[in-house]
C-alpha cells in the first residue's frame, strides 16, 4: 500500500485505531545532553488533534515515566508508558511501576554511583530509578570500553543490555518491552500505526507482524524516523519513512486531511 491508500484505510478505521510513538529521535530530535530534548515543533498540537479525532495516542520510551508527562503535559488524556513499559501513567492517574521492577530500585542506585565512579571521562550517566543509561554521544572514543564495562555488569547483576544511539542501557530482566506494550495495547482495535527510529523499536514493529497476521484486517503501519546512525535498518522495515522528528507532524496533518 501506498501513503494514500494508508491514509484512507486508517480514516475508515477512525475511533479504532491506536498511534503509538517513541521519543527519542522520533518526536525529539537527539541532543548530546539527553536531559535536554524537547518534542519537535508542532508535535505536541498535532499529537492532540490525532488523539481527538483519529485513535489513541500513546507515548512508548526507554525514558522515564514522569519525564515525558513533563514533555505532554498539555495532552492528559495521553498514556505515557516509561523504561519501555516498566512503568505507565493514564490519563491523570499516578505513575505505576511494574512489581517485578520494584527490586531493583537499590540496585540501580548502586550502579549509577559506580558507572559515575569507574567509567572514563566523556560519558553521560542517566539514572532512570529502575534501569541506568550510559550515553558517549560526546566521546564515541570511549564507546568500546563502556560496551564491555556494561556487559560485566550485567552479567554480574543479571541485568539486560539494550543498546540504543550511542547510549546502552542496563535494565532489569524482564520480558517487558515495547512489543509487549504494543501488544496489550492493541487489543480490541482495527488499527495501530508506530513510528520509531532506533533498533528496539523493531521490536514494536514485530509486534505489529504479529497482530496482523492474527487478524487479516488488522491495519498495521510502520513508520521509520530516520537517521545516519540505525535507520536505515528501520526505514528497510517500515510501511512509511519521513527523514526527521520535525517532519513528524506533516505526515500526521497529511493522515488528518483524509479523517472524517
Ligand atoms: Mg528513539
Redesign the pocket.
Known amino acids: 500500500m501506498g501513503a494514500p491508500e494508508i491514509f484512507a484505510a486508517t480514516a475508515a478505521r477512525a475511533g479504532r485505531c491506536a498511534f503509538f510513538f ?5 518526536l525529539g530530535p537527539i541532543r548530546d545532553d539527553p536531559g535536554s530534548v524537547q518534542p519537535a515543533p508542532g508535535i505536541v498540537e498535532t499529537l492532540g488533534e490525532l488523539n481527538r479525532r483519529l485513535g489513541k495516542v500513546v507515548i512508548v ?2 525514558r522515564p515515566a514522569d519525564f515525558l508527562r513533563e514533555r505532554f503535559r498539555e495532552l492528559p488524556d495521553v498514556a505515557v508508558f516509561g523504561l519501555y513499559g516498566l512503568e505507565v501513567q493514564r490519563a491523570g492517574g499516578p505513575v505505576e511501576t511494574d512489581p517485578s521492577a520494584a527490586p531493583f530500585v537499590p540496585i540501580m542506585r548502586d550502579l549509577a554511583d559506580r558507572a559515575r565512579a569507574e567509567l572514563p571521562a566523556g560519558t553521560l550517566v542517566e539514572y532512570k530509578r529502575i534501569a541506568v543509561a550510559i550515553h558517549w554521544r560526546t566521546a564515541p572514543q570511549v564507546g568500546p570500553e563502556v560496551e564491555q564495562w556494561a556487559k560485566e555488569r550485567a552479567s554480574e547483576l543479571g541485568l539486560r543490555l539494550q543498546g ?2 550511542m547510549v546502552l542501557e542496563l535494565k532489569p530482566p524482564g520480558q517487558r518491552d515495547k512489543g509487549t506494550v504494543l501488544r496489550e495495547e492493541t487489543e480490541g482495535l482495527s488499527c495501530a500505526w508506530y513510528f ?3 533498533l ?2 523493531l521490536r514494536a514493529f514485530a509486534a505489529l507482524d504479529d497482530r496482523a497476521a492474527q487478524d487479516p484486517d488488522f491495519l498495521a503501519v510502520r513508520v521509520a524516523v530516520a537517521n545516519a546512525e540505525t535507520g536505515h535498518a528501520l526505514v528497510e522495515a517500515a510501511d512509511l519513512h519521513v527523514d526527521a522528528p520535525e517532519d513528524v507532524p506533516g505526515l500526521l496533518r497529511e493522515l488528518l486531511a483524509q479523517a472524517p
Not at 517513541?22 to 522520533?26: C, L, N, P, S, V
Request: aromatic share 8%; charged share 45%.
Open positions: 517513541d521519543f527519542d529521535g522520533t520510551s526507554a540504543g544511539r520509531g527510529d532506533d528496539a523499536d
